[in-house]
């Protein structure tokens, strides 16, 4: 079976290439990608090459095929596994699978592989572990979402909270309690406000600030205010940029009592110790966005540590359970991350994207790995199909479909751009 896929070679080194896959063993599965979404994880994997921890040293001799974010279909199933899993079947990946206490992962370690190809042989220890992942759910594109929410849902379920008088912590967001999501207004935001107000266990109330103007706007637009009072939240929107919205105001919402859960969504220090200011008895801050400097550091107040028992957490990813609820809300219509999609492209356009992915704006870059496609703006699909070319009658349905879903990748644009691919 030939596949056509991104591989990475070293530093800046990204390849998209044709070659053979062996025959699968009894042992693996032969499999199809559809949809991968590119994440920074794979953009700091490119920049890095050998000296990334889960990148093997040997990469230049034996490259490695990048992208952990992906979706697809069974074609062949060796036979440990074909009492668990057939031909035809829709997946998704964990692709944390902690193999032996190994740090190698699909997307980052592995010959054979990983989100930017065509087709790729799952191995043997991602069946093991529980980490290969049915998805009954409408579209590929949400399937490939899963890991990114996974993250998202993971880090609601590492907060905690204390009882007076007792040691043990009760895991978890408080339910009917005051939220703030601070810089929340990105394509992981949006996922962090849906999750809360749908997840099952919805705050009374939920601030959610950013300083972009626009952004808020569209979160807005989005997730509005009346969707989530009729899910018993009352969701409120502040641009942190303008005068008066302090952090004083940001607690007056509370009625002064302070937020237990406060997810900090920007490594920016001022957001951080805000985020600490706004912490109610036994509040708990969520550092959820990673830093690239390992000197980044925020002050916090150990008087409230002491005092009023407020704490800190951080989260780096989610767990195989994390995904897998992930993946139900979404089959079940609870949940859909599409506003994290702003860009659409084929698998020629997933090398320069990836390199280059800190200097796209908007938020996700969704690939689809059958066709090709230049890297392309939701919002820009009329102007493209207006200005001809091979692509414009493509440009132009998907213009009409994304138009009548509030500017938003769905389902239906979905089956429209898969609608010619023969596989």
Request: charged letters at 20%; a negative charge; glycine letters at 12%.
């Amino acid at each position: 079976m030939k596949t056509r896929a991104v591989r990475l070679y070293g530093v800046n080194d990204l390849r998209t290439e044709e070659f053979e896959l062996p025959a699968i063993k009894d042992s693996e599965i032969l499999a199809r990608v559809i949809s991968d979404s590119i994440c920074m994880s794979s953009h700091k994997a490119a920049l890095q090459g050998a000296a990334h921890k889960r990148v093997p040293d040997d990469v230049a001799e034996n490259p490695i095929i990048l992208g952990h974010e992906f979706c697809g279909e069974i074609v062949e199933v060796g036979a440990k596994w074909q009492d668990q899993f057939k031909a035809g079947d829709k997946f998704s990946i964990q692709p944390a699978i902690n193999y032996k206490g190994s740090l190698a992962a699909p997307g980052y370690s592995y010959h054979d592989i990983g989100g930017g190809a065509t087709y790729v042989i799952i191995p043997n220890e991602v069946m093991e572990l529980g980490c290969l992942l049915p998805y009954g759910g409408e579209a590929f594109y949400l399937g490939s979402l899963s890991e990114a929410m996974s993250c998202i849902v993971g880090g609601f379920h590492a907060n905690y909270h204390t009882t007076p008088g007792s040691y043990e912590h009760k895991m978890g967001t408080v339910e009917g309690g005051c939220m703030a999501i601070l810089a929340g207004a990105g394509p992981m935001g949006l996922g962090a406000i849906d999750y809360a107000i749908h997840g099952g266990r919805a705050p009374r109330l939920l601030v959610v600030t950013d300083v972009d103007a626009t952004r808020l706007e569209r979160a807005a637009t989005l997730i509005t205010v009346e969707d989530a009072k009729a899910h018993g939240v009352e969701l409120v929107y502040v641009n942190t940029a303008l005068e008066g919205n302090t952090t004083e105001y940001l607690k007056s919402l509370t009625g002064q009592d302070g937020y237990d859960d406060v997810f900090v969504f920007a490594p920016v220090k001022p957001v951080v110790e805000q985020g600490d200011a706004l912490l109610g008895r036994d509040g708990c801050l969520n550092f959820f966005a990673g830093p690239t400097n390992p000197e980044f550091s925020a002050m916090f107040n150990f008087y409230n540590v002491h005092y009023a028992s407020t704490h800190i957490v951080g989260t780096s990813g989610g767990n195989t359970e994390d995904m897998k609820e992930s993946l139900r809300l979404m089959e079940e219509g609870k949940i859909s991350p599409s506003g994290m999609i702003t860009h659409i492209g084929g698998l020629n356009a997933d090398a320069e994207t990836t390199l280059n992915l800190p200097k796209i704006p908007g938020g996700k870059k969704l690939i689809y790995t059958h066709i090709d496609l230049p890297l392309t703006a939701i919002a820009d699909f009329r102007k493209v199909a207006e200005e001809g070319g091979d692509n414009a009658e493509l440009f132009r349905d998907l213009a009409d479909i994304c138009e009548k879903n509030n500017g938003l990748w769905c389902p239906e644009a979905e089956k429209r751009i898969l609608r010619d691919i023969k596989f």
